[in-house]
């Protein structure tokens, strides 16, 4: 590519890194989550990427409305956590869903892993990551493209759950059911962490490789 | 581009396509899944497009160890169903894996929406495709990248669900419970088909479009 188009496409690519690195936190929680904080620094301080959204993996529940329970938006959370539960806690907010007898909405358990966006400065640098995701097992990752010639690498496992508990008379479930899907929401919660540690290593070998590869 | 080269990478794309093409099904069912099949038709017929995996969306049943809920591959089948099912055949089978009390499995349900891998001629042919498919509500589709500069399209939607049936002693479910969670997968099959509908549409606008512009 000629000279003047790379520079003024780093340029360019550099102003938008400042641009989204400087506003303001608009998830619901403000803040990014803990867990992936060190991956997040890692690529930012990174001249070919920045992040432009994460979360670290979630148990939440969340009121649905009664007639459309796969809606995405618009869901309540009466919990939304990125680290294991406790289970008396969350069966209380299980219990006063329950009495508050709303037989408009239903209540699901949803664990979802983490996922990443990240911004690549061209095609070659997003392969690299995408193959750095892929190898730590995220087999739902994909790129995608935007305005500006932009290359976006979503990092994303298959390992999300879904689980109706609550709907008016519906059905009724029993604490041992809730204590399982508890475990299980952790067991995730747990496996997903360690395969973002995994994916965190596979970055710094990307990374050293990338720097390596300029050298010689 | 060259001319020449970009003539080359064409053959290439053809002999691939070709070969991808007269290959037998491998997958469990060795045939492609008749929702799925006129989409599969329209892409297979388009000179820059060629379809190499597809499921038109499916509910299962799926014996899995007991220590390792969440694993992939392995879990054995009892149920792989790619249209709406009935409550008393699927009753039956989960009370047939109950009365067989093997406390070394775990039963759970499983949806899981269509899912369809195309492979592109060049980044410009993927990057619409991949636009159809985000404009139909497939949010988790995405551009991978192969050997011989090869661009694959998942195209993937976000209505997955999974949910514990049967663990041992761990819990005991009741029937109304079955009775809902059998609605719900019916439910969510359907919205995956006029999800797939939409697609439908969104690729035959898009191949409209790039030969329209061809002429142009």
Redesign the interface.
């Known amino acids: 590519m000629d000279a003047n188009v790379t520079d003024k496409r780093y340029k360019q690519f550099c102003h938008f890194k400042q641009q989204c690195l400087s506003k303001e936190d608009l998830s619901r929680k403000g803040s990014i989550d803990e867990p992936i904080r060190p991956l997040v620094e890692l690529l930012n301080s990174n001249q070919y990427y920045y992040t432009t959204s994460t979360c670290s993996g979630r148990i939440s529940l969340i009121e649905k409305p009664h007639d459309n329970?796969?809606v995405?938006k618009g869901g309540n959370f009466l919990l939304n956590s990125h680290e294991q539960i406790e289970f008396e806690p969350f069966y209380r907010l299980i219990r006063s869903f329950v009495e508050k007898d709303d037989s408009n909405t239903c209540l699901w358990l949803k664990f979802e892993p983490y996922i990443m966006h990240v911004q690549c400065y061209d095609?070659e640098k997003a392969?690299s990551l995408?193959n750095a995701a892929?190898r730590s097992g995220c087999r739902?990752?994909?790129?995608?493209?935007g305005k500006n010639d932009k290359f976006l690498v979503?990092v994303?496992s298959?390992?999300?759950?879904?689980?109706?508990l609550h709907?008016g008379d519906?059905?009724?479930?029993?604490e041992?059911?809730l204590?399982?899907?508890c475990d299980?929401s952790n067991?995730?919660l747990r496996?997903n962490l360690s395969r973002l540690e995994s994916f965190m290593n596979e970055v710094e070998q990307t990374l050293k490789g990338q720097v390596n590869s300029m050298a010689t």
Request: charged share 25%.
């Open positions: 329970a796969a995405k095609l392969h995408l892929t739902n990752s994909g790129i995608t493209l979503a994303r298959t390992s999300s759950m879904e689980i109706p709907c519906r059905f009724m479930l029993d041992n059911y204590m399982f899907v299980e067991r995730r496996e």
